[in-house]
């Protein structure tokens, strides 16, 4: 099968009956109806729609090596620097119909996975697992499967001197192997989209590698038999897009990830008790190293709409002669500017990894990584700023059809603007920096690669500081 559109992806998703709970219940009825997962999967489908689009398809897809069918550009390895600049333009065009407010448009996990199958050799080891994982990519290239994906413990207590109870696994460790393959039990985190995609992909999670029950990767259909995930609350309030312009289109929903003995055939696993394969999966890989090239293409969009609306704000309700509101402009500026530098130069500075693949510099990216999560909170400090109370002011849709229209006409109006396109403006304000869809996503930005705190170690220990200690010694010897 080809690249999909909008409407075979409902199709699927429609029939997955994954064991979704949510507030108390087990979803039984049409997910594709359902108001918390509605919004997300007809934001998706749009995104499918967007590439099989004829004058699309050049950038959106390449052509399969195995079938020649047109497939999702996202899985293409990239073996010259051209390859990258065409990924980070699909990506881009993505980003642009979620305004980068989703992070795992499928994109993210397919260039995961395009990660992993070009580096089979990794995962080969004694248990020789390499094969599946290039099976993996190949059947998620050919039907554009969709995945969500778990790398995290619960939350129980993080010191290092911790160890659980065996018996009683809370952390899904493997309870069981057999000729046909592992069962698995415990809980994961936190599985955004968890239990709306194809497939759930649950990597080793940091931290674990001293016992080897720990020790896997593998990918299921979400609606493997004994799996589970548990739903958050909603943060749609309503599905009105005037009311809601974020929440009610692109709330992607987190799940906890349940697994109760479940089992995972041999064929589904690509890394076993294998510590070696563990520790080289996100480095060797280059696994993170291409997400993060991925992501970056979304956030920069993220950053421009934040920009777009900071400049919006200034105009609706004219404070541009301030020279303050310029300074806090200009920061954002610096961001976005200073994002798209970061990743031009990984493309600048990308080299062959000795196994064909043509690998973006992970510096950068790492930098990108660390400082995307301080940029973002601060843009939206930047709008609750300069939006004050208009960020408050704002009569939903039901309102402005009401008998206090003309009240609301009169009072809500802005410096140029009609009262309607005003309150429309600051619900999407609103929506990017105060409501319950703008906690989750400040707090999503802030993790999204995980604790930039590690993140930030990982970055010193591996940088290469001699030459700067060089200039330094040369320069008190000179
Ligand atoms: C909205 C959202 C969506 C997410 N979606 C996904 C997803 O789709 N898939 C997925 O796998 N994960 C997802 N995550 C999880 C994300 O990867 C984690 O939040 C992140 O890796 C941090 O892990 P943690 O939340 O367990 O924090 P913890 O590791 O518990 O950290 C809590 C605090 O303790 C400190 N700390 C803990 N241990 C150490 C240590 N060893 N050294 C130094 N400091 C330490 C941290 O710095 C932090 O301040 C999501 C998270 C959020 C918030």
Redesign the pocket.
Known sequence: MPAINGTQLKERIGNLKSNIWFDGQKITGDILAHHAFKGVINSKARLYDFQVEVGNLPLMTYKSPTTGNRVGRSFHPPVKKEDLELRRLAAGEWAKLTGGMMG?TPDYMNTALMALGASAHVFEGENKLGRNVTNLYEKARENDLTF?????TP?VN?T?AYFEDKEKPISARVVRETADGIFIKGAR????QGGITDELMVLPAG?KFIEEDYVYAFSIPSSTENLKFVCRESFVYNESHFDHPLGSRFEEM?TIVIFNNTFVPWERVFLYKDLKAAMNLFNETNFNTFLVHQTLSRQITKSRLFLGTAQLITETIGIGEYQHVKEKISEMICGVEMMKGLLLSSEMQARENGSGLVVPDANPLTVASLIFPKLYPRFVEILQLLGASGTITIPTSNDFDSDIRSDLDLYLQGADTEAKERVRLFRLVWDMCSSAFAG?ET??ER?FF??P??ISVGLYNQYDKKPAVDLVKNLLKS
């Open positions: 795992r969500s994906h778990t790398y995290v939350q993080r290092l985190l936190l599985a955004t931290g987190d989750r707090i999503y993790f995980g604790d705190v590690r």
